[in-house]
């Protein structure tokens, strides 16, 4: 896949984002993150990345195509796993021991990477140095997903309720009715299936 993917960034929290680029599941019809580069791409589209470690993994993934698969393959058991703990809490089902031994195992290698620091007002959290780059993807993935599951906004989270999406959004509407991830796309899918199916019943 080209860099010039276009990544989408409207879920609201940086995990649900993640998820999103893999669409319609379990068939994963639509897969954003195929491999390494994408996985950069992602990172640098989020904004996770600066410009010249970006350029790093990209040649270090180039340089030692075992090492780039295996990013890229723990990349996608972490956003399966996301997804795995997200949708059922939206289903209102305890997320699995399996997924969350899979978010669990990566917090367990973040965690003491995060360190307090000066800011404007207080402080903020700050990863350390240390941390290889693609630690900068995938930490910052599963802290937002922490941050959120053990958040008010847990009762929030909702799958698309189009059967071949599987895209996760927060449900901000005020009487939590919100169904679809866009309306623009599957709300306007479902939209015209009722219309035709309408027209259909009366023809
Ligand atoms: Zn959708």
Wanted: aromatic content about 6%; charged content about 25%.
């Amino acid at each position: 896949m080209d860099d010039d993917h276009v990544f989408s960034f409207s879920a609201g929290p940086l995990c649900l984002d993640f998820a999103n680029t893999c669409g319609d599941r379990p068939r994963c019809a639509e897969d954003l993150l195929q491999g390494p580069g994408d996985l950069i791409a992602w990172g640098a589209a989020a904004g996770l990345l600066g410009d010249d470690e970006a350029g790093r993994l990209r040649r270090q993934a180039a340089a030692d195509p075992g090492w780039g698969a295996a990013i890229a393959g723990s990349a996608i058991r972490l956003r399966e796993a996301v997804f795995g703990v997200c949708a059922a809490i939206a289903a209102d089902r305890h997320p699995s021991p399996e997924d969350l031994e899979v978010v669990n195992a990566t917090l367990r290698a973040a965690l003491p990477n995060l360190a307090l620091a000066p800011a404007e007002g207080g402080c903020c959290w700050r990863w350390s140095e240390v941390s290889s780059p693609i630690d900068r993807i995938l930490w910052p993935v599963v802290r937002s997903l922490a941050d959120l599951v053990t958040s008010e906004d847990a009762t929030r989270i909702r799958e698309c309720a189009s059967g071949t999406c599987s895209w996760l959004f927060l449900d901000t509407s005020r009487n939590r009715s919100r169904k679809w991830c866009s309306m623009s796309s599957c709300g306007n899918r479902a939209k015209a299936r009722r219309h035709y199916a309408r027209r259909a019943v009366s023809d």
